[in-house]
């Protein structure tokens, strides 16, 4: 069976690829393409042989999707966040979809653009942040940047969504929800931030 390597060195070839984008739309012909393409009758035959032998162009000279369908479930797959990072009893359905689709393992594969989905993910990273503590900015950077390289825009996004309050060049978290059993952090939240106004 082909897979995903030699995939790719058969279809890093211009002149294969090619001749796969016109075998995806119905039979190809030598001399048609040959004219198309502007190249050598014998190099898009050549292109063609390697196409059949990997098994990519059916006998009709058409794109056999099949194969590609079986290549594409031999990919590996990205792995699911980590069981705690994804708690069940914190987090709804809907809610679980969206971390589910962002996290892998223990990392954030990209900032969701979407306003809704980015503030899931952004409540989900807040939790790395303990109530009533306050944090230097590099501290900050350093949490964030273990779960993404952009922790410049995590960061900000943090501020501006309510997750986290800055002052003075310190941080502490202001939003977002508590574990079980942790009755005392939105008091300690509350605390912080009066104390934070009080001296500002």
Known sequence: MLDARAYLSITLDPIRLAVLGHAAIGPV???????RLDE????????????RAAGLLTE???LDR???RTLATS???EAAPDPGIVSETLW????????NRFISGDRLREI?????????????????????IRYEETEVNFALQLWNPDYTALRRYLVDEGF?????????????????????????????????????
Request: glycine share 8%.
């Open 112 to 132: 969701p653009a979407n306003r809704r989905k980015r503030r899931v993910v952004l409540e989900r990273l807040a939790m790395e942040f303990e109530p009533g």
């Open 66 to 68: 099949d194969q590609l």
């Open 164 to 200: 986290m309050t800055r002052a003075s060049g310190v941080y502490w978290r202001t939003g977002g929800r508590y574990s079980p059993g942790d009755a005392s952090a939105a008091a300690a939240d509350w605390a912080v931030d009066t104390e934070a106004m009080r001296e500002s």
């Open 60 to 62: 009709d000279l058409c």
């Open 29 to 35: 012909s030598l001399q048609n393409l040959s004219d």
């Open 75 to 77: 990919l590996p797959r």
């Open 92 to 99: 709804g359905p809907e809610e679980r979809d969206v971390l």
């Open 40 to 51: 050598q009758p014998r190099r898009v035959a050549e292109a063609i042989g390697s196409l």
